[in-house]
Nanobody, 114 residues
């Protein structure tokens, strides 16, 4: 089965930065879309950023200008550079890919303190 291995989460102070990485392994065909979602207690999982192969990335309004998504298709890896972090960014972040169907990572905790 396909597995998405995430890394880079942690605890930072407001205004700090983190870089999340997610590498896909297993039986994988061409990946059309890669992205990141996040979820906090009592809220629905929401899109943070996503990027299609060779396309322009899309971002949630709340992270525009602060986060940047990129991908390395040769390594089936997607990154999320998070700058100017705010306490409201605190959430579990989930890696996502679409390759014939949806695949999800296990989630990595990002906590931003004030």
């Amino acid at each position: 089965q396909v597995q998405l291995v995430e890394s880079g989460g942690g605890l930072v102070q407001a205004g700090g930065s983190l870089r999340l990485s997610c590498a896909a392994s297993g039986t994988i065909f061409s990946i059309s879309v890669m992205g990141w979602y996040r979820q906090t207690p009592g809220k629905q999982r929401e899109l943070v950023a996503r990027i299609a192969g060779g396309g322009t990335p899309n971002y949630a309004d709340s992270v525009k200008g602060r986060f940047s998504i990129s991908r390395d298709d040769g390594k089936n890896t997607v990154f999320l550079q998070m700058n100017s972090l705010k306490p409201d960014d605190t959430a579990v972040y989930y890696c996502y890919i679409f390759s014939r169907r949806d695949y999800w990572g296990q989630g990595t905790q990002v906590t931003v303190s004030s």
